[in-house]
């Protein structure tokens, strides 16, 4: 049996990164290392919304704090921020760690060349239940990494993606 490495809520819908998914399982899917490549096909969030359905005002608690890393900050290959880096820097700081491949990690997207597009999943040990605490960790982890400013909302939810790299740490 594998060692459970993050507790998400999967969508209910069958289509996958449509941004009217906001229908979302209330029972909590175990991430192992067995499943993680199955689980993260599918969009997922760390927050339990009240009645599954994904609005700020419905966050219920969270099971980890995510955050976005698309490096749309620079075209130059030089100034991205990698996968590696990412895990290095966390390790350091003795923090554990999931990393997904995002759905157009090294593809083009509105005109930009391919690039390092990835998810970090911070796992918690205790569920947190303030959504307000919840947003400052993910601010926290935009000043402290460089992830998505945008990616901050109480209702945070992660499209899935086809067969990409996944690590834990």
């Known amino acids: ?11 209910q819908s069958l289509t996958i990164g ?6 979302f399982s209330t029972t909590p899917t ?5 499943n993680v490549a199955a689980i993260f096909r599918y969009d997922h ?12 005002a419905n966050f219920e608690y969270a099971t980890c704090i995510p955050f976005d890393i698309d490096n749309s900050h620079s075209d130059n290959p030089v100034d991205w921020i990698t996968p590696e ?9 003795g923090i554990n760690h999931v990393i997904v491949a995002s759905r157009n990690h090294l593809l083009p997207k509105e005109g930009k060349a ?11 040990f205790v569920l947190l239940h303030d959504s307000d605490k919840f947003v ?4 926290w982890c935009i000043d ?9 909302s109480k209702a945070q939810k992660i499209f899935g993606y086809g067969d990409k790299r996944n690590r834990s740490h």
Not at 1 to 11: D, E, G, K, T, V
């Open 30 to 34: 175990d991430v192992t290392e067995t």
């Open 85 to 93: 880096e990412i895990s290095r820097r966390l390790k350091g700081l």
């Open 18 to 23: 449509a941004m009217r998914n906001t229908a």
């Open 1 to 11: 049996m594998s060692a459970i490495i993050l507790i998400l809520f999967l969508s």
């Open 144 to 152: 402290t990494f460089g992830a998505d400013p945008k990616v901050k």
């Open 45 to 56: 969030s760390p927050v339990l919304f009240k009645e599954g359905h994904c609005l700020d």
């Open 114 to 124: 391919p690039r390092p597009k990835f998810h970090v999943h911070l796992p918690l």
């Open 136 to 139: 400052l960790f993910c601010e």
